[in-house]
């Protein structure tokens, strides 16, 4: 394998977003190492469902960013199977449509006006009656109130995407490196960016980005240039493999995204819903502040069977498997972070993704792409800028 | 002590799980796959891989490995992906 010791562009963290970003940059003709204090695609990425929502966002800065990655991910394979071949680009993409459900009669009023405001926005929500939701997903329970269908959720194994994006940039003269740590950047008198310092030399780049998911707030902190990236711990249960009529699609409880937007430490739990190819149905989802603890937790276990069972009753007697968890990157204004940092030119961040990282990839990395490479970008890069007050923790230093 | 496997009764004693009653008859395998409908019995035989899974008492997806079969135990092969009824 080729030993790069310079690059136009480092990017540290080979999950999704790192991949994607290292894959649009090695698209647009640059040299890209991608390194990994671990293995790739083994942290966050690892720790999710894959999900590919347009369905759980009200309209604004990350929708568009929604829409437009949802828009990416089944060209952006294409174009990969046609570079690679199939056989390194099978993800397990599944366009099944996302079904929200209301659970309770509370529930119904806000689903509707969200629904509303998306299609506003662009997005295909089909408002649904009980009756009808039950005829496209057999197994609800019976008494759910009202659903709306968002026919473009779609579903990926994100292991898979990682390790597809990957090896195209491989396959463009880059590497990906493992098990290498970043130790500090190499900056010149002004203060650009033009290296990174590793355990064993430097390697000099023209540009660094930092995609480290829940540990890009700690890496920036090393490296002097501070963001608030806070993890946000997950668990989710694998059932034992179930017939492929039990849950169609992505079904989840309307008050996921009342979940996700608030900003308690506590724990939350809102149930989503899945099958895989595999057959197993993963259930998830928790969301706690509790730093790096990875300590399993019953009530988070218990918490989430309940809420599953609440809307498809048959899981009650079907055995899990096991389960297994990961950090959410989180920032306090639940908006990701991508774009070059105003004190250190040359370092660029992208991460922030929350629980989303995996649907927002392509479109993360072409952003990334586009702004560096000074081409027009297709969604607005304003409200993910690195330097808005909500993100720059110099306070904190 | 006795149980029955597709119908037919067998000999078994006290502690003894599914798995070890099934082995101890020369069966080796009692379940299919999903996809190919392959041959599946007893692999990790620590309950962690659900390879061997069984239907007892009309209950699907049980781990032959940890199961411990009680008096009049009714063992089913199971074909694929089944759902509790």
Redesign the interface.
């Given at each position: 394998m080729v030993r790069i010791d310079a690059a136009d562009v480092v990017v540290i963290g080979a999950g999704i977003i790192g991949a994607a970003c290292a894959e649009a940059l090695s698209a647009a003709g640059l040299r890209v190492l991608v390194l990994d204090r671990g293995a790739p695609a083994g942290g966050t990425t690892a720790g999710g469902e894959g999900n590919v929502l347009v369905s759980d966002k009200a309209p604004g800065p990350e929708l568009d960013l929604a829409v437009a990655s949802r828009r990416r991910w089944p060209e952006l394979l294409e174009s990969l199977r046609g570079e690679l071949g199939d056989e390194l680009v099978q993800v397990e993409w599944e366009p099944k449509g996302g079904l929200v459900v209301a659970t309770d009669e509370d529930a119904v009023g806000p689903l509707r006006i969200l629904a509303e405001a998306q299609r506003e926005a662009g997005v295909e929500a089909v408002d649904t009656t009980a009756e009808a939701a039950r005829a496209m997903e057999p197994h609800l329970a019976e008494d759910v109130h009202a659903a709306v269908h968002y026919p473009e959720d779609a579903q990926l194994q994100p292991v898979l995407a990682t390790t597809a994006l990957l090896a195209a940039v491989r396959a463009r003269g880059g590497e990906v490196r493992g098990g290498t740590e970043v130790h500090g950047l190499v900056l010149d008198a002004a203060g650009t960016v033009g290296g990174v310092r590793l355990g064993d030399g430097t390697v000099s780049c023209g540009a660094v980005v930092n995609a480290c998911g829940p540990w890009a707030g700690h890496f920036s902190v090393t490296v002097g240039a501070p963001i608030e990236v806070l993890p946000r711990r997950g668990a989710v249960l694998v059932t034992?493999?179930?017939?492929p009529v039990?849950v169609r699609r992505k079904v989840y409880a309307a008050d996921y995204a009342a979940a996700v937007a608030t900003p308690h430490v506590d724990l939350q739990v809102s149930a989503v819903v899945e099958s895989t190819a595999t057959?197993a149905v993963l259930i998830g989802s928790s969301r706690q502040r509790v730093g790096f603890d990875e300590s399993l937790e019953v009530e988070v276990l218990r918490r989430l069977a309940r809420s599953a069972i609440r809307l498809f009753p048959?899981l009650a007697?079907?055995?899990v498997?096991r389960t297994y968890g990961g950090f959410r990157p989180y920032t306090p204004d639940h908006l990701p972070v991508i774009g070059e940092d105003p004190r250190f030119p040359g370092l660029w961040h992208a991460s922030g993704h929350e629980g989303a990282g995996i649907g927002l990839a392509p479109a993360t990395g072409r952003l990334v792409a586009d702004l560096m490479c000074g081409r027009q970008p297709e969604v607005d890069p304003f409200r993910f800028r690195v330097d808005r007050p909500e993100v720059i923790a110099e306070v904190r230093t | 002590m006795r149980v029955r496997f597709e119908g037919e009764e067998i000999e078994v004693e006290a502690g003894q799980t599914v798995a070890g009653v099934l082995l101890s008859k020369g069966i080796r395998s009692w379940r299919t796959t999903?996809g190919a409908d392959r041959p599946r019995g007893l692999f990790c035989g620590i309950g962690v891989c659900?390879d061997c899974?069984v239907r007892v008492n009309g209950?699907p997806?049980v781990?032959a490995c940890q199961r411990v079969v009680a008096d009049g135990d009714d063992i089913r092969t199971q074909t694929?992906?089944?759902?509790?009824s």
């Open positions: 034992a493999p179930l017939p039990v057959g048959v007697g079907v055995p498997m | 999903r659900f899974l209950v997806d781990r694929g992906v089944e759902l509790p």
